[in-house]
C-alpha cells in the first residue's frame, strides 16, 4: 500500500515562496509517476505539475509554468514544489498523487494520493 505525506504549507505573501514535500513510502518510488494537484475552495481539482520516472520529464500547468519547479529524489524517495512568486490565485490545498503510468495531467491516472497540505497566499 503506497503512502503520501506533504508537508510545507503555509501562510505567505504573494511574491514569496513556498517549498512543499512529499514523502513517499510503500512502493518502488524511482519508477512511479509523481504529480502535485491543487483545490481551492468551492473549485475543482486541478493539476500543478507531473514528473515521470524516465529521464525525470516534467509537465506543468499554463497557469505556473515559469514560477513552479517540480522534482524528485529517488534514494529519499521524496517528491518537492518549489513554489515562486506566489499569487493569492494559487491559494489551494495541495495533493501529492502516484501513478504507475506514463506522465499525466489526468487526476484519473493517479490511483494514490496524500492527505493535502494548506498553501494560503495573501495580498
Known amino acids: 500500500q503506497v503512502l503520501l505525506v506533504e508537508s510545507g504549507g503555509g501562510l505567505v505573501q504573494a511574491g514569496g515562496s513556498l517549498r512543499l514535500s512529499c514523502a513517499h513510502s510503500g512502493r518502488r518510488f524511482s519508477t512511479t509517476t509523481m504529480g502535485w494537484f491543487r483545490q481551492a475552495p468551492g473549485k475543482e481539482r486541478e493539476f500543478v505539475a507531473a514528473?515521470?520516472?524516465?529521464?525525470?520529464?516534467?509537465v506543468y500547468a499554463d497557469s505556473v509554468k515559469g514560477r513552479f519547479t517540480i522534482s524528485r529524489d529517488n534514494p529519499k524517495n521524496t517528491l518537492c514544489l518549489q513554489m515562486n512568486d506566489l499569487k493569492v490565485d494559487d491559494t489551494a490545498v495541495y495533493y501529492c498523487?502516484?501513478?504507475?503510468?506514463?506522465?499525466?495531467?489526468?487526476?484519473?491516472?493517479?490511483?494514490?494520493w496524500g492527505q493535502g497540505t494548506q498553501v494560503a497566499v495573501t495580498s
Open positions: 514528473i515521470s520516472w524516465i529521464l525525470d520529464n516534467t
Open positions: 498523487a502516484a501513478s504507475q503510468g506514463t506522465l499525466s495531467s489526468v487526476a484519473a491516472e493517479y490511483d494514490c
